[in-house]
């Protein structure tokens, strides 16, 4: 069952068109598939083998010939038809489906009553019989016929080419994408739907008309989604010059989909909770993630539909890469500097505990059991870094030739990351051998870097070790190019201009190519051990190491306190001057962790509340930067550091520090809560958005101190709010603190919003993810609310993923946790496996905890997989967290 990236073979039957046939209805739907076969092999009658699941069989015919029982053999996963002609002939296979039954939300599935599709990864075959793999590429049509009053909208891929009444209440249209195509991008829609339409002119002239669809009262909702594809339409003109194809780019949004989007060409099909936006009922977080992903599924129109991937192997090809053009993108339109510390804060938080557990993977994995677990924040996210350090080694200019030559080479192939790799080599006529690592070897490498500086040479060293840790299957590893951008601060907080660093015997000099200095320098650090000596140094500096996070690495460095706080004053690289302030709080959690386990007295320096009070009431800073460097480090990531993880102790010492900030700050944080008040017009633009995450940064400090007339500040902005950004996080601040008044504002919350699924989720995971002591019974309750349904996966994810996110209540000690989460595992499984997958995560890292808790959550874990009738998905992600 397990599949090898090492087992590949070219398919033996291309399919050049395939015309396919939908009767939609009600108890079953009629699926014809015709399909023009050409043969690969020659000579040999050898059979054609299909994938297909769930499906009922009705009839095959070759070159319009019913094909023999004897020929056709049936299994749960495959149709093998025997003694298919070796010249090119015409198959139709007739199957009947279930959509009102499919509760897995991939193939063809009913959410709301309307018809809609999800084939990525391996969704197809359960629509029809096909070779669904990603290196069979064909040209589809598509007839799609059903009730015209239930159905009145019928949408497929491509340009509309013929519609038109039927008999007996029916209608039908005829879709033609014009592009050859994967089947994972194949996308059908059929239902009640109203759309609201724009045009875009590209860059050649071209009309494009733009249609977003849902359901008649949500149309008013699609306006900011409509403005971010625009933007992203002209956005992949003016960077990669990249235009759109087609006459018609379709957009659907649906309210129960497994994940959050998919590019199905011309034809997106989205999560409800990533289009749907008004100020009333989405948040600036909401509003930034439709602009981020509308644009990402836009961009994959070049990057996954015209160059695709080989196989699902390749699978960062296309996402490593779309991720890491939706990061720039929303870096143009917000901020470049508070974008990059999002992101990389997601990654360290999730993709590095990742890669230190039992599912670690390399960026292309070597195996899989069930493809869908592989959509993974190491594909996806790492992939994105990987991406990006071609961009800093090889410059913009050099990134930007690596594209162009990508697409003049591979515009409608299906290829491997290997070719987008070689692309951006060759265009910049260059090769780094050990960079190809990247896509092999699992692990965060630690870069470990010692510096010293010579007064009477006037040189100043880096030394670098880089050592790549062990992971499941990989035993050793071998030292990879990692690009450290490195700058040096004078005395007064200025960056040095560089000139030249010594390396080995090879001497490299700087230079801008207008001329000017250069201030950042991009070392090469490819050996184990290596040294980097910069010249004419003047005076001894405060180096800024891995600026921008220049290679997703963990550093561990010999710099000291006092520099940590230089660098959070003067760093002209924003990450790292943010990546100073958590390096120090990181290192005061760790501190006092180990003091709270001893049971000694808590205590924060003075130096770190002064730091922080000086950022705070720097009003020369973006105050969204603000907002993130006021911030500590979250549970989770202190809790990697540690030996053995002790939630408890953590969450104490995080509340804690907390609360010192909040009252040592109390007059700057009631300052930035009163001066930055919401605008009466909502608007989601950077602009507007960093006030108001400053002041309600500071509104939950100082709720934190749980004194009345602070909590009053946050009743009262809870009972005022223009917009739900603002009530959302007075909700938030109030619920921190167990008592009536909590609880009233959660009922006062549901009462408003309960006609609204998207905030009402909302609701659940602000409960869900709370740290009061004893929430395991408060979700458990939560499960029988009528707010609360497991076929949706959005709530689902807000209760249950939400839940896990508490590491004290979730891994509680008493596996009160770990049982209700294995409890959904279980009931879910049956309804949609990959979603249940989704929610066993959470148990990979048990092996980072006590014996206490290693016995309780190993208990759940095999309880899991001792249960019959598991799917793949669930089986896999449990089995391999106990073995490793
Ligand atoms: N290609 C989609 C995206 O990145 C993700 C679809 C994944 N779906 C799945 N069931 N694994 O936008
Ligand atoms: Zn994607």
């Not at 490299?508 to 000596?533: I, Y």
């Not at 996966?793 to 209540?809: D, E, M, Q, R, T």
Request: hydrophobic fraction near 40%; glycine fraction near 6%.
């Amino acid at each position: 069952k397990e599949i090898f990236l090492k087992d590949y073979k070219a398919p033996s039957f291309a399919f050049e068109t395939l015309n396919l046939k939908f009767q939609l209805g009600e108890e079953h739907t009629v699926v014809t598939s015709s399909i023009h076969v050409i043969p690969k092999t020659t000579g040999g009658k050898s059979p054609l083998v299909l994938d297909g699941e769930n499906l009922k069989l009705v009839s095959v015919k070759i070159n319009g010939q019913k094909l023999g029982d004897d020929k056709i053999t049936v299994s749960a996963r495959h149709l093998t038809l025997a003694s298919m002609p070796s010249t090119p002939f015409d198959l139709e296979i007739v199957t009947e489906i279930e959509p009102q039954n499919n509760t897995s939300l991939e193939g063809l599935y009913k959410s709301s009553g309307n018809f809609c599709t999800q084939c990525e990864a391996e969704g197809f075959r359960k629509i029809t019989y096909y070779q669904d793999r990603p290196d069979v590429m064909s040209k589809f049509t598509t007839r799609i016929e059903a009730d015209q009053k239930l159905y009145p909208v019928l949408l497929s891929n491509g340009n509309l080419v013929d519609q038109g009444k039927l008999t007996d209440g029916k209608h039908y249209a005829v879709w033609e994408d014009p592009f050859r195509k994967p089947c994972y991008l194949f996308a059908l829609v059929a239902g009640q739907l109203l759309s609201r339409d724009d045009t875009f002119t590209t860059c050649s002239g071209r009309q494009v008309l733009l249609r977003i669809w849902t359901p008649a009262e949500d149309v008013p909702k699609t306006e900011y989604a409509m403005e971010s594809l625009k933007a992203a339409m002209k956005w992949d003109e003016e960077v990669f010059g990249l235009e759109y194809d087609l006459d018609l780019f379709n957009i659907v949004a649906v309210p129960d989909f497994n994940m959050g989007a998919m590019e199905n060409k011309s034809l997106n099909i989205f999560n409800s909770k990533l289009v749907l936006a008004s100020p009333q009922t989405a948040t600036d977080a909401d509003f930034a993630a439709i602009e981020g992903v509308i644009g990402h599924e836009y961009f994959h129109n070049w990057t996954g539909n015209r160059v695709t991937c080989r196989d699902w192997f390749q699978l960062s090809l296309k996402e490593g890469l779309t991720v890491f053009r939706d990061q720039e993108f929303s870096s143009d339109m917000g901020s470049r500097g508070v974008k990059r510390i999002a992101d990389v804060c997601r990654l360290r938080i999730s993709q590095f505990s990742q890669d230190a557990g039992p599912m670690a993977h390399p960026v292309r994995p070597h195996s899989y059991i069930k493809m869908d677990n592989f959509y993974t924040v190491t594909v996806y996210e790492k992939g994105a870094e990987v991406v990006r350090m071609y961009q800093t080694l090889l410059g913009k200019a050099g990134f930007r030739k690596g594209m162009d030559l990508y697409f003049k080479r591979h515009d409608g192939q299906a290829v491997t990351c290997e070719e987008f790799l070689a692309a951006m080599f060759d265009a910049n006529q260059t090769k780094f051998p050990t960079f190809p690592l990247w896509y092999s070897q699992a692990g965060t490498p630690v870069l470990t870097v010692t510096t010293s500086y010579n007064a009477e040479a006037q040189t100043f060293t880096i030394k670098c070790r880089q050592e790549v840790p062990q992971t499941p299957g990989q035993p050793e590893k071998e030292p990879m190019l990692l690009p450290l951008a490195v700058g040096l601060l004078d005395s007064k907080g200025h960056d040095m201009s560089l000139s030249s660093v010594k390396e080995g015997a090879s001497l490299h000099n700087f230079s801008n190519p207008d001329g000017s200095s250069v201030t950042t320098a991009v070392l090469r650090v490819d050996k184990a051990e290596q040294e980097f000596t910069f010249l004419d140094v003047k005076e001894k500096p405060v180096a800024s190491l891995l600026r921008n996070f220049s290679a997703p690495v963990r550093l561990v460095s010999d710099i000291s306190d006092k520099d940590l706080f230089f660098l959070l004053a003067h760093d002209s690289d924003e990450f790292n001057r943010w990546e100073a302030g958590q390096t120090l709080g990181r290192k005061l959690m760790l501190n006092l962790v180990t003091l709270q386990q001893k049971g000694e007295k808590l205590r924060v320096d003075d130096a770190f509340i002064e730091g922080l009070r000086s950022i705070l009431i720097d009003s020369s800073l973006d105050k969204e930067f603000v907002a993130k460097a006021l911030t500590l480090p979250g549970e989770s990531e202190v809790a990697d550091l540690m030996p053995i993880a002790d939630p408890d102790a953590i969450h104490e010492v995080r509340r804690f520090i907390i609360k010192q900030i909040a009252s040592n700050l109390r007059q700057e944080l009631l300052k930035a809560v009163k001066t930055n008040p919401s605008a009466e017009l909502y608007d989601p633009t950077h602009k507007h958005r960093a006030p108001r995450s400053l002041k309600n940064s500071a509104l939950a400090y100082l709720v934190s101190l749980d004194e009345p007339a602070l909590t009053d500040l946050a009743l009262h902005q809870y009972k005022t709010a223009s917009n739900l950004t603002d009530k959302v996080a007075a909700l938030a601040a109030l619920s921190q603190n167990p008592g009536e008044i909590r609880s009233d504002v959660l009922a006062n919350f549901y009462d408003q919003y309960k006609g609204d699924n998207l905030v009402t989720n909302k609701w659940l995971a602000l409960q869900a993810m709370s740290d009061i002591p004893g929430n395991v019974e408060q979700v458990r309750k939560l499960l029988e609310h009528p707010a609360f349904d497991i076929r949706n996966p959005n709530k689902v994810y807000s209760l249950i993923g939400a839940f896990c996110s508490s590491a004290v209540n979730f891994h509680a000690k008493d596996g009160s946790g770990y049982a209700l989460v294995a409890d959904v595992v279980l009931q879910l499984d049956k309804l949609n496996p990959q979603v249940a997958a989704r929610m066993v995560s959470p148990f990979s890292r048990w092996r980072r905890f006590d014996e206490g808790r290693q016995a309780a959550a190993k208990a759940q874990l095999e309880r899991i997989t001792s249960t019959n009738g598991l799917s793949d998905n669930v089986y896999e992600i449990a089995s391999k967290s106990l073995v490793a």
